[in-house]
């Protein structure tokens, strides 16, 4: 597995309101996994991806839940990826929407690659996870498929299913609620990658439209060096971030993160610094926003080691910057 990877909350946020909404107790499962180091109230926020797929692996150990497609299946969809999955909905027809998903494949899972291949009367939508097998992974090839699925079915309708599924994960899902009752489509499992296989035809199906300017996929960013991976999880992390803790959650040594991040020309030092101060300048634009709140967002000790970093960067203090 890349343990360098990151994944969007959005993926599992519509699985935490339906655990929830079941009484399910997510502060265990949260603290198994390490999920509880993480700010998961933004949508947009990043974690490392081994910490989603230890979320998955302990819903099944502590939970018995080894299908949550079946469990929460009403739960999940595309458009609960947040602004990722809300703009692929909101385009004209199918063809747009994996054209896009295919064009930013990596905004909410970094280590998915997704295609689109015609082959006469069949359209092929792989999705492929270039790591290696780990536990939860199963789970979450799962999950993953559904919610394209379900993506398809706002335009061919709730009952529409596919030709065929591919997974990549060597057992068979159970299908409660991935496809319908006496549904003729085909499985098959241990593929090199997942995929909905279905009738070429269908790429001109309606989807949801577009609903406004905001339907603009370019306005989300892609993490792709290890330094961006890197920033996205300091904006979700709860802890102080430091080449230990980093190293923990990402489940490597602090060698190899110092070793890596050398490799693209940086440190995680100067990392964490040009991350404090994009996020400064960020939130210095929010009047309501004091600036002893803004220090601690940034995990400074006080206030007057913020405005010291800030002078540094800046030359003038923060208010000095807010009343520009």
């Known amino acids: 597995m890349s343990k360098l990877d990151v994944a969007?909350?959005?993926?599992i946020s519509s699985l935490l309101s339906g655990m929830e909404k079941a009484g399910i107790h997510l502060a265990k499962?949260?603290?198994?996994?390490?999920?509880?180091?993480?700010?998961?109230?933004?949508?947009?926020?990043?974690?490392?991806?081994?910490?989603?797929?230890?979320?998955?692996?302990?819903?099944?150990?502590?939970?018995?839940?080894?299908?949550?497609?079946?469990?929460?299946?009403?739960?999940?969809?595309?458009?609960?990826?947040?602004?990722?999955?809300?703009?692929?909905?909101?385009?004209?027809?199918v063809l747009s929407a994996m054209t896009m998903a295919v064009k930013h494949q990596n905004v909410v899972l970094t280590n998915e690659t997704m295609s689109l291949d015609v082959q006469g009367n069949k359209a092929i939508f792989t999705l492929q996870f270039t790591d290696a097998v780990v536990k939860g992974q199963a789970q979450m090839d799962v999950v993953n498929v559904m919610v394209v699925l379900n993506g398809l079915r706002?335009?061919?309708?709730?009952?529409?299913?596919?030709?065929?599924?591919?997974?990549?994960?060597?057992?068979?899902?159970?299908?409660?609620?991935?496809?319908q009752p006496g549904s003729t489509t085909k499985i098959r499992c241990k593929q090199?990658?997942?995929?909905?296989?279905?009738?070429?035809?269908?790429?001109?199906?309606?989807?949801?439209?577009?609903?406004?300017?905001?339907?603009?996929?370019?306005?989300?960013?892609?993490?792709?060096?290890?330094q961006s991976k890197v920033e996205v999880v300091m904006d979700s992390i709860t802890q102080t971030p430091s080449i230990d803790t980093f190293s923990q959650v990402f489940d490597i040594s602090t060698r190899t993160l110092q070793r890596r991040l050398a490799e693209e020309g940086s440190d995680f030092t100067s990392v964490l610094e040009r991350w404090r101060f994009?996020?400064?300048?960020?939130?210095?634009?929010?009047?309501?926003?004091?600036?002893?709140?803004i220090s601690e967002r940034l995990h400074y000790n006080d206030v007057s080691n913020f405005e010291r970093a800030f002078k540094r960067w800046t030359n003038t203090t923060p208010g000095e910057y807010r009343n520009l």
């Open 154 to 179: 706002l335009a061919l309708g709730d009952n529409w299913d596919p030709l065929e599924i591919h997974f990549q994960s060597e057992r068979e899902p159970c299908l409660d609620g991935l496809l």
């Open 192 to 226: 090199k990658s997942s995929a909905i296989v279905f009738p070429t035809k269908f790429l001109g199906a309606s989807m949801l439209g577009f609903r406004n300017e905001k339907s603009d996929i370019s306005t989300i960013a892609t993490p792709c060096s290890l």
């Open 278 to 293: 994009k996020k400064a300048t960020t939130l210095l634009e929010e009047p309501r926003v004091l600036i002893k709140e």
């Open 8 to 11: 969007q909350i959005c993926f």
């Open 29 to 93: 499962i949260e603290s198994l996994c390490g999920l509880d180091k993480f700010d998961t109230s933004n949508l947009e926020n990043y974690i490392p991806l081994s910490v989603m797929y230890a979320f998955f692996d302990q819903l099944a150990r502590k939970e018995g839940i080894i299908d949550p497609h079946v469990t929460f299946s009403g739960d999940i969809r595309l458009t609960s990826l947040d602004g990722w999955g809300d703009m692929v909905a909101h385009v004209p027809d």
